[in-house]
């Protein structure tokens, strides 16, 4: 039963339920991250305040002169790290730092831009130009969102969902659930920033430019960083929302919170099988454009994620659901880290075959094989209640 | 299930180590593969992580399959605390045919396992009942039950009686 908030907690419930009930129709994901923040109304005034903060310190990064006339967010490196650090801590801050972010350099885009733009962009009509520019955009910031919302998201997931409950005491839960948390949050920003030194290339080639250094540096050579940046912020995270729950003031109120947005969650509709499907396929055809030779490329991955995103959702038929059935038993953290192992080793072999051809299509061939292997170990067919395993179970 | 986690800790040293060993290339512009990645290995990894994104962040990994709220320690286990609401956060309002299909395999599935244990329990009961009639005899069949009649003592050193004792009354 749910029961009323009091006014005590009337900014929270605006900030952790009414948004993502708001966002839940265009952008569940994002609608979970603003969600994910509800552990911070344990105190006075933090959970109110931090989104506002989030806001300021997005206007605050887009205005600044690093990124200003940047094509791309990756040449800040400090940037990057506070993005990580706010996504795995709280996803409210981090979403609102990222839609201020985006709103104020999609309106500056032009301007900001403009001095830079070579004569090859300059000679196109404008309407190739408008589409080139912020379909590039669009790219970077497709590829901001991974970091900021899918990857804490996922995080979760494999958290939950390991059985931490049912063969550690108690008293060693909540740290061995904060060290699996901090762990998957590095591993991931870890594969974000492999990803990112191919895939940001649309920032500049779609302008008709090349990459300039400065924006491959830092996810290049400086990922250590950020990586230890995610692990650490994700054990303190695991432990301060511990904390939330047990000793903080308001603690009722993070766990009212959580029970009408879980509610709110489960309600909404979702999109059917075919558009998600689809969506799905334009998504990953958008984020592997930088390795594309070809427009021939563009399609072939379009294709593939078409069908293993269908599979994926049980539309195969019954193959596809004894699969599904085989594979979900498996923790989802053990199934991560086999795709990691299985996919690097493929990878490892296409890109040793292909090199001599000095075009992207080893890393792209190799990245379609390790999206077929992530595709394969994690079925999207809906689970009945209790089967997700993890601490529901226990 | 401690088998999984000696396997996840195994898989964790050797992503850890797997970090390591992909060389970083010197930062170039990225205009081609041997700018942007300068050895196979670190090109094998710039793969791994593209398809890692596409596949894994925008695929099926990125979803919070179950609500926010049920993740929160204390805040979801329970249905009643939850609103109420049991329901995956990826189970579609309106399915499709094979998701539908599976669904009701999972449900009949659980469903037997339901009647399995309130069998047991039952059966348990039944012979703790005439267990008391005839002055303490143990009861035939009941994990609970077992531990009930043979007491604290009777437990074997580490055994994970206790710790079951302790999940089931969280």
């Known amino acids: 039963m749910i029961t009323q908030p009091d006014r005590e907690g009337a900014v929270e419930r605006f900030w952790h339920v009414v948004m993502p009930r708001w966002l839940q129709p265009w952008a569940p994901r994002a609608a979970d991250a603003v969600a994910d923040g509800a552990w911070t109304a344990g105190w006075p005034w933090v959970g109110a305040a931090a989104p506002v903060a989030g806001i300021l310190i997005g206007v605050l990064f887009a205005r600044s002169d690093a990124l200003r006339t940047a094509h791309i967010y990756t040449v800040s490196l400090g940037f990057l790290a506070v993005m990580v650090v706010l996504a795995v801590l709280d996803g409210a801050v981090a979403v609102a730092a990222m839609g201020a972010f985006i709103v104020l350099d999609v309106i500056t885009a032009w301007s900001g831009l403009r001095g830079s733009f070579r004569s090859a962009f300059l000679h196109l009509p404008w309407i190739a130009q408008a589409v080139r520019l912020y379909g590039s955009m669009l790219v970077g910031y497709l590829l901001l969102s991974m970091l900021t919302v899918r990857a804490p998201l996922f995080a979760r997931r494999v958290v939950d969902e390991a059985p931490i409950d049912r063969v550690v005491r108690p008293q060693a839960a909540a740290a061995v659930r904060a060290v699996l948390y901090g762990a998957v949050c590095g591993a991931l920003v870890w594969v974000w920033c492999q990803a990112m030194i191919v895939l940001i290339r649309p920032a500049f080639t779609w302008l008709k430019d090349s990459p300039y250094v400065a924006a491959i540096l830092p996810v ?123 996919g690097y080793w493929f990878a490892g072999n296409i890109v040793a075959r292909l090199w001599a051809t000095q075009t992207f299509r080893p890393v792209l061939f190799g990245g379609l094989a390790v999206m077929t292997v992530f595709y394969l170990l994690f079925p999207q067919i809906g689970l009945p209640s209790g089967e997700a395993g993890g601490r529901d179970a226990a | 299930m401690n088998r999984w986690i000696g396997w996840a800790i195994a898989g964790l040293c050797a992503f850890g180590f797997m970090l390591i060993v992909p060389a970083i290339a010197l930062a170039d512009n990225c205009s081609g593969l041997a700018d942007c990645f300068g050895t196979g290995g670190a090109a094998a990894a710039g793969a791994a992580g593209a398809g890692g994104l596409a596949g894994g962040l925008a695929g099926g990994l990125g979803s919070g399959r179950r609500g926010p709220g049920r993740t929160m320690p204390g805040a979801g286990s329970d249905p009643e605390q939850a609103g109420g609401s049991n329901v995956p956060r990826d189970a579609p309002t309106g399915p499709s045919g094979p998701e539908r299909e599976y669904a009701r395999q999972q449900r009949e599935q659980q469903e037997r396992a339901a009647r399995e244990a309130q069998r047991a329990r039952e059966t348990t009961v039944k012979a703790r009942e005439e267990g008391a009639f005839e002055q303490g005899a143990p009861p035939a069949t009941g994990m609970g039950a077992t531990d009930e009649f043979h007491g604290e003592g009777a437990r074997a050193p580490g055994s994970n009686v206790e710790r079951d004792d302790d999940t089931r009354a969280r």
């Open chain 1, 220 to 342: 290049q050579t400086r990922w250590p960083l950020l990586v230890a940046l995610a692990a650490v912020a994700g054990v303190g995270r695991i432990l301060l929302e511990e904390i939330a729950l047990s000793r903080a003031p308001r603690r009722d109120l993070v766990r009212r919170l959580t029970a009408e947005r879980s509610h709110d969650a489960a309600a909404l509709p979702l999109l059917p099988v075919t558009a998600r499907v689809t969506l799905q396929a334009v998504v990953a055809t958008l984020l592997l454009a930088g390795a594309f030779t070809t427009a021939l490329d563009g399609l072939i991955v379009f294709v593939l994620t078409g069908l293993l995103a269908a599979w994926a959702y049980g539309v195969a038929g019954r193959p596809a659901l004894v699969w599904a059935g085989i594979v979900q038993r498996v923790p989802a953290v053990v199934r991560l880290i086999a795709a990691l192992a299985l």
